[in-house]
């Protein structure tokens, strides 16, 4: 059980701005096989998928606290991420899983009020998709 909370734990936080990496922890558990490979799926993607409302939330309520020195991405790659989505609008969010661009996305459909109900969507199929190539690679399924 704490395994699967350390997963949890670890793609949460690799889906908000902090740098994380949850793959390695998916792999690990993957190879150890102490866990169906369907409840591994489900909590890594449960965890990255509430990382990115996280971040939807950022958007959203606490844009206004952008230009402090504390806000965990720069007024540039805010600007960067909007105008990624202004341009691809919310089909955008399948990018979502990208690394370095992926997250400021998800903080952009926040702060540009993209409907909850489509991000976490959108974000669960490019966030449980990515997870399920990562476990097919690793299981020798591809």
């Not at 690394?99 to 669960?124: C, S």
Request: proline share 5%; net charge positive; glycine share 10%.
């Amino acid at each position: 059980m704490i395994a699967l909370l350390g997963l949890f734990g670890a793609a949460l936080i690799a889906a908000t701005l902090i740098p994380a990496q949850s793959e390695a922890v998916l792999v690990a558990l993957l190879l150890a096989g102490t866990y169906p490979v369907w409840l591994l799926l489900v909590v890594a993607s449960a965890g990255n998928v509430l990382g990115a409302i996280i971040n939807w939330g950022v958007g959203r309520y606490a844009a206004s606290f952008s230009q402090r020195r504390w806000f965990p991405a720069s007024p540039a790659r805010l600007e960067q991420a909007a105008g990624w989505y202004r341009r691809w609008g919310y089909l955008s969010l399948l990018g979502s899983w990208l690394p370095v661009v992926g997250d400021p996305i998800t903080v952009a459909a926040g702060f540009l009020r993209e409907p909850l109900w489509r991000f976490t969507l959108l974000v669960t199929l490019a966030k449980a998709g990515r997870y399920a190539v990562v476990a097919a690679v690793t299981l020798q399924f591809i």
